[in-house]
């Protein structure tokens, strides 16, 4: 059994094999806590979070707020669009004078790659992030994996087939980091122009063909196209992409019958993936969101168990 030692989490880049199993098997025990009657717990009784989502959530905002709440904590929820940011206070400002709050955590979602990383290093309370624009998104990877393992049993050999827009997904990127780690197979597909072969020195095998990307996958983890962060023309038309890369019931037929179809929301439902399939017997995608709270709740218990 490792001892956890970060104040923040960052990125799963950063992570060993261990720590991430630790936090999965922390995790599994958080859940057993949100399936009792009585579903809240000590943990961080006198502690105060901050939520501060300078970019838009549903799921991973409501999350933290219920994983705050069942561990006891305090928590205040900042929005970005009232605070003095819109003063032209810096992040770096905004963040310190919440600090001299005695804040003890700082979860935060921001559109800057690294935003995160630079105001952890420069402050003394916890930063956990929500994800930081195409680099990192820890927690979603760490609810990803929790689920792979809860319905596969572990990850040395499974084939994981990311597909959709790799670019600009920083889910992409965190499992792709947490699944090498721990053993797996990682294919990335989706056209060219989003999945160029330059992810192959990440250690990933990268397709352009949706039915090569699916045959012998154990899961498929479908992503959103990220109209927000697409400044130039990807593919010809939504329309198109779905025709090439959106999974439909057909798609079905070319792929092993117990494979897992993830995604980790929004949906856009009949690009990526169709609505049937969504709602099908393959998918896993709302018993993601359900482990997402155990896995903020393990995340949250353990950056704080760090507190001086
Ligand atoms: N998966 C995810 O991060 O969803 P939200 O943007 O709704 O939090």
């Known amino acids: 059994m490792i001892q956890w030692k970060r104040k923040d989490l960052l990125g799963l ?40 989502f300078v970019e838009p959530s549903t799921r991973t905002r409501v999350s933290f707020e219920l994983a705050e709440q069942r561990l006891s904590a305090d928590i205040v929820n900042m929005q970005a669009q009232a605070s003095s ?27 800057a790659p690294g935003a995160q990383n630079f105001i952890a290093d420069r402050l003394k309370c916890g930063v956990v992030n929500a994800g930081d624009g195409a680099h990192e998104h820890p927690t979603q990877a760490l609810l990803d994996l929790f689920t792979i393992r809860e319905k596969l049993g ?49 250690g990933v095998r990268v397709c352009h063909n949706l039915k090569d990307a699916v045959k012998d ?17 990807f593919f010809p038309s939504i329309g198109e ?37 969504a709602d099908g017997e393959n998918s896993v995608i709302l018993e993601q969101v359900t482990n997402g709270l155990a896995v903020r709740m393990a995340v949250l218990f353990l950056v704080a168990g760090c507190r001086k």
């Open 217 to 233: 996958a154990d899961v498929v983890n479908m992503l959103r196209i990220q109209h927000e962060r697409q400044n130039s023309g």
């Open 154 to 202: 572990g990850f040395k050999g499974l084939n994981v087939s990311i597909i959709g827009d790799i670019l600009h997904s920083r889910v992409a990127r965190s499992n792709i980091w947490g699944l090498l780690k721990l053993g797996a197979n990682v294919t990335v597909a989706g056209p060219s122009t989003l999945v160029p072969r330059e992810f192959e020195e990440l």
């Open 85 to 111: 940011l819109l003063k032209g206070e810096t992040l770096l400002d905004t963040v310190k004078n919440i600090e001299a709050l005695q804040v003890d955590l700082v979860v935060m979602r921001h559109s």
């Open 13 to 52: 880049y950063d992570l060993s094999a261990e720590e991430i199993i630790f936090i999965l098997d922390t995790a599994a025990e958080f859940k057993k806590v949100s399936e009792r009657r009585v579903k809240k717990v000590p943990a961080l009784r006198g502690m105060t979070v901050v939520n501060f």
């Open 241 to 277: 992409y779905s025709s090439w890369f959106g999974i439909k019931s057909a798609t079905l037929q070319d792929m092993k019958p117990e494979a897992l179809i993830m995604h980790p929301g929004p949906i856009n439902r009949d690009v990526e993936l169709a609505g049937e399939v």
